[in-house]
């Protein structure tokens, strides 16, 4: 059993946890705000009762109709990515990796019963699949495809740039193209053959499950663009990951 008066969550002793996550279950878009507020505040900070809450937030998943599935897997994603790597020693990831495995189990089938037009829901199961496999950085900076945009550096000037993917059209460029006419560089998409590792699987993944768009922006976020500014060439993905604080 669990010692929850012996653990912490992000407003001290966590014996009232299990009551929250009672709570949680019996309602748990109602209760979302609350337990992320407690176990994961600003979804880049976990606990001891964080981690502990796994097991459960498994259970309730599990137990879940598909109108709150993704609210509890999101949520358990978010602790998970807190999660220090498998390689390091007791990670949580490890420790708790058989409620982990549920979990990946059921972000893994809803992936594949998300409709197209329900990509931001799509994006989220996804982080949340990579999260529990203790995918780094890219468990929590897919969401620019949801949003339609990177912000990032050029690795030669220093120019913040505007990275385009997706409502507004393909581009990149250094003013706020929502305000007004902005000079556009175009984005060099990679090839679906060319990508490898997580990337073509994203691809592939997206394509299999009828995420056109999405796989369409994926090749765009592996690919590469110039600076509009001073023209210098470079990868998207590795200027995101440049800028990313953990
Ligand atoms: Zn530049």
Same mark, same amino acid.
């Not at 929250?20 to 748990?28: G, K, Q, V, Y």
């Not at 992320?36 to 309730?60: G, K, V, W």
């Not at 990149?172 to 060099?188: A, N």
């Given at each position: 059993?669990? /010692?929850?008066?012996?653990?912490?969550?992000?407003? %001290? !002793?966590? %014996?009232?946890?299990?009551?929250?996550?009672?709570?949680?279950?019996?309602?748990? !878009?109602?209760?979302?705000?609350?337990?992320?507020?407690?176990?994961?505040?600003?979804?880049?900070?976990?606990?001891?009762?964080?981690?502990?809450?796994?097991?459960?937030?498994?259970?309730?998943?599990?137990?879940?109709?598909?109108?709150?599935? %993704?609210?509890?897997?999101?949520?358990?994603?978010?602790?998970?990515?807190?999660?220090?790597?498998?390689?390091?020693?007791?990670?949580?990831?490890?420790?708790?990796?058989?409620?982990?495995?549920?979990?990946?189990?059921?972000?893994?089938?809803?992936?594949?019963?998300?409709?197209?037009?329900?990509?931001?829901?799509?994006?989220?199961?996804?982080?949340?699949?990579?999260?529990?496999?203790?995918?780094?950085?890219?468990?929590?900076?897919?969401?620019?495809?949801?949003?339609?945009?990177?912000?990032?550096?050029?690795?030669?000037?220093?120019?913040?740039?505007?990275?385009?993917?997706?409502?507004?059209?393909?581009?990149?460029?250094?003013?706020?193209? !929502?305000?007004?006419?902005?000079?556009?560089?175009?984005?060099?998409?990679?090839?679906?053959?060319?990508?490898?590792?997580?990337?073509?699987?994203?691809?592939?993944?997206?394509?299999? /499950?009828?995420?056109?768009?999405?796989?369409?922006?994926?090749?765009?976020?592996?690919?590469?663009?110039?600076?509009?500014?001073?023209?210098?060439?470079?990868?998207?993905?590795?200027?995101?990951?440049? %800028?990313?604080?953990?």
């Amino acid at each position: 059993m669990t /010692d929850w008066s012996t653990l912490i969550d992000a407003c %001290g !002793s966590a %014996g009232h946890v299990p009551a929250l996550l009672d709570r949680f279950e019996a309602d748990p !878009s109602g209760v979302w705000s609350e337990l992320m507020d407690h176990l994961c505040p600003q979804l880049d900070t976990a606990f001891t009762a964080s981690f502990a809450a796994l097991p459960r937030l498994a259970e309730i998943a599990t137990a879940a109709g598909s109108e709150n599935l %993704g609210g509890v897997l999101s949520a358990a994603g978010a602790i998970a990515s807190c999660s220090p790597g498998l390689s390091e020693p007791d990670s949580p990831l490890m420790v708790f990796s058989a409620p982990i495995a549920v979990l990946h189990d059921l972000a893994n089938r809803s992936l594949s019963q998300t409709a197209e037009a329900e990509a931001e829901e799509y994006v989220n199961l996804l982080q949340a699949l990579l999260s529990f496999e203790g995918v780094e950085t890219w468990d929590r900076s897919l969401s620019g495809l949801q949003t339609g945009e990177y912000e990032v550096d050029c690795p030669y000037c220093g120019v913040n740039v505007f990275v385009v993917i997706g409502h507004d059209g393909y581009f990149c460029c250094t003013d706020d193209y !929502s305000l007004q006419e902005v000079q556009k560089s175009p984005l060099q998409p990679a090839r679906g053959q060319q990508l490898e590792g997580l990337p073509r699987r994203l691809f592939e993944r997206a394509l299999a /499950d009828g995420q056109e768009r999405l796989a369409h922006g994926v090749r765009h976020l592996f690919g590469r663009a110039a600076c509009p500014d001073c023209g210098t060439g470079f990868s998207v993905s590795e200027r995101v990951v440049a %800028g990313w604080i953990p």
